[in-house]
T-cell receptor, first 114, second 112 residues
Framework: AQSVTQLDSQVPVFEEAPVELRCNYS??????LFWYVQYPNQGLQLLLK??????LVKGINGFEAEFNKSQTSFHLRKPSVHISDTAEYFC????????????FGSGTQLTVLP | DAGVIQSPRHEVTEMGQEVTLRCKPI?????LFWYRQTMMRGLELLIY????????DSGMPEDRFSAKMPNASFSTLKIQPSEPRDSAVYFC??????????FGNGTRLTVT
């Protein structure tokens, strides 16, 4: 079984500042890692995913994440945020043997301030 | 493509009533997922189908919950009888041979 911990439930940041949303996972097997974004009253959208290969993954809307196996982390970053990035962000993990079964973190509410 | 379509967007019902939630996945996708989202428990996978066949229903809370996928373009999640603790947002998601990629906008269920 695997689990995901999102260390910050809320992250306020000023517009055009950089941001990092933290995610740590635990698993006894190889994993796939994902970040999703949820805007108010909407479903989740996939931002990016790590399956294999390069540990630096680039996604939509200027976001990127780095897989660090030794630290079991998959932190999400953006160098300069916009007001429109205000949303809830979910980290998720699945085992490589059962890619469809995602375990989600509890979410981080990113609020971008003017 | 219109994306994953869920109906209704909101449902308010009284305890004991039957509730049916509906989902139309993206055309061509062969995996369909039902999730429940609450403040207390976050996002929980209830069940997922592959090629219309239920693969894992271990997340279904109890026998009051049932899900069907009679064809590749339609699925239902039924709660009978409903209870106040079933109040949540229920999401349907679909993908092709992998984890959920596209989510619907959800059905907000309130059971009074």
């Amino acid at each position: 079984a695997q689990s995901v911990t999102q260390l910050d439930s809320q992250v306020p940041v000023f517009e055009e500042a950089p941001v990092e949303l933290r995610c740590n996972y635990s698993s006894s097997v190889s994993v796939y890692l994902f970040w999703y974004v949820q805007y108010p009253n909407q479903g989740l959208q996939l931002l990016l995913k790590y399956l294999s290969g390069s540990t630096l993954v680039k996604g939509i809307n200027g976001f990127e994440a780095e897989f660090n196996k030794s630290q079991t982390s998959f932190h999400l970053r953006k160098p300069s945020v916009h007001i429109s990035d205000t949303a809830e962000y979910f980290c998720a993990v699945s085992s490589s043997g059962s890619a469809r079964q995602l375990t989600f973190g509890s979410g981080t509410q990113l609020t971008v301030l003017p | 493509d219109a994306g994953v379509i869920q109906s209704p967007r909101h449902e308010v019902t009284e305890m004991g009533q039957e509730v049916t939630l509906r989902c139309k996945p993206i055309s061509g996708h062969n995996s369909l997922f039902w999730y429940r989202q609450t403040m207390m428990r976050g996002l929980e996978l209830l069940i997922y189908f592959n090629n219309n066949v239920p693969i894992d229903d271990s997340g279904m809370p109890e026998d009051r919950f049932s899900a069907k996928m009679p064809n590749a373009s339609f699925s239902t999640l039924k709660i009978q009888p409903s209870e106040p603790r079933d109040s949540a947002v229920y999401f349907c998601a679909s993908s092709f041979e992998g984890p959920p990629l596209h989510f619907g906008n959800g059905t907000r269920l309130t059971v009074t």
